[in-house]
């Protein structure tokens, strides 16, 4: 049988990612301590495995197909097909960024101030070429963690990872510039890109992993509505919508009603709700989704 290797991310995108894939309708069960998650999808084997190794089991052919950063590709230097940009992260939706960062009382004011600095990171060749493009000799140190502890006694500054900053500004640390900006990827091998067969599954993987993600920002809405308040509740949908109209058979009254269904950013809603009743709309009920493909 054909079958895709696939490479999740284990850390911190892990959970995310494999309740995208839930919602996606791959039915993933990790199981203590394996690396190797049961998938329902006999077409699929799935590996745990570190985003910062991912693009390159991916580039060797090790694995067929991976979830990892733009960041993690460039580092790697990564030769792979790009699927799709899928633009979730470990907090949310949206993309992440890696930062050059220094203690809030330091002196340091641009990268320009960095020459003859230590500056602690595990971005390292992303690193390098940030700082030879900006004409900066500094000393790079590999960091294995809690990167942002590490100034001003162990390093004068930091590149790292954040997604709000919060982190960094709780350790009284304040951001000089962005070094590069990522958001997750689905990457494939060029060889498998290649495979007709492969190349098949991997696109129908990318569609629904991104329907997953749409839908993650969107409901749905249903709700009943005479026809002579139709035009006056249409007129309060988002002018991009195309609701849905049926007609309703009510045999307890003769007035002709339709029912409207329309999918809406979720952050439309709660305003829309009210001004929806207002209008004459009943039964109104709002819905979850899982894919808007």
Same mark, same amino acid.
């Given at each position: 049988?054909?079958? #895709?290797? =696939? ?11 494999? /309740? ?13 301590? $394996? +690396?190797?998650?049961? !998938? ?16 390159? +089991? !991916?580039?060797?052919?090790?694995i067929d197909l991976g979830i990892s950063g733009y960041d993690w590709i460039q580092e790697n230097n990564a030769k792979v097909q790009e699927v799709s940009e899928l633009l979730y992260a470990k907090q949310g939706l949206g ?6 960062? !220094? ?23 992303? $690193? ?13 140190? =590999? ?22 900053? $919060?982190?960094?500004?709780? /350790? ?6 962005? !070094?590069?900006?990522? $958001? ?10 290649? /495979? ?25 809405l249903m709700m009943n509505v005479r026809e002579k308040e139709l035009d006056k509740v249409l007129k309060i949908l988002p002018s991009i919508t195309n609701p849905t109209i049926s007609k309703l058979v009510n045999k307890n ?19 829309? #709700? #009210? ?11 709002? =819905?979850?989704? /899982?894919?808007?493909?």
């Open positions: 049988m054909n079958k #895709i290797k =696939f490479g999740i991310p284990k850390g911190s995108l892990q959970d995310t990612t494999i /309740n995208l894939l839930k919602k996606a309708g791959y039915s993933i069960k990790v199981k203590s301590r $394996s +690396y190797f998650p049961t !998938v329902g999808d006999d077409e699929l084997e799935c590996i745990l495995m570190r985003a910062q190794e991912i693009p390159r +089991y !991916v580039e060797d052919g090790t993309k992440v960024r890696w930062v050059l960062a !220094v203690p809030e009382k330091s002196n340091i004011k641009s990268v320009k101030d960095l020459k003859g600095k230590k500056i602690a990171t595990e971005l390292m060749n992303v $690193s390098k070429k940030y700082l030879k493009k900006n004409g900066v000799s500094a000393n790079l140190e =590999f960091s294995w963690g809690a990167t942002e502890i590490k100034p001003p006694q162990l390093a004068d500054a930091i590149i790292e990872l954040t997604e709000t900053g $919060s982190t960094l500004y709780e /350790n009284n640390l304040r951001i000089v510039d962005t !070094v590069i900006e990522s $958001s997750t990827r689905l990457i494939a091998n060029k060889e498998s890109w290649k /495979n007709a067969w492969k190349k098949k599954k991997i696109t129908e993987i990318s569609t629904l992993l991104l329907g997953a993600i749409n839908a993650e920002q969107m409901v749905g009254t003769k007035e002709p009603w339709v029912d409207v269904l329309v999918v809406l950013k979720e952050e439309e809603v709660r305003k829309l #709700i #009210i001004d929806l009743k207002n209008a004459g709309a009943e039964g109104i009920v709002e =819905f979850p989704l /899982n894919k808007v493909i």
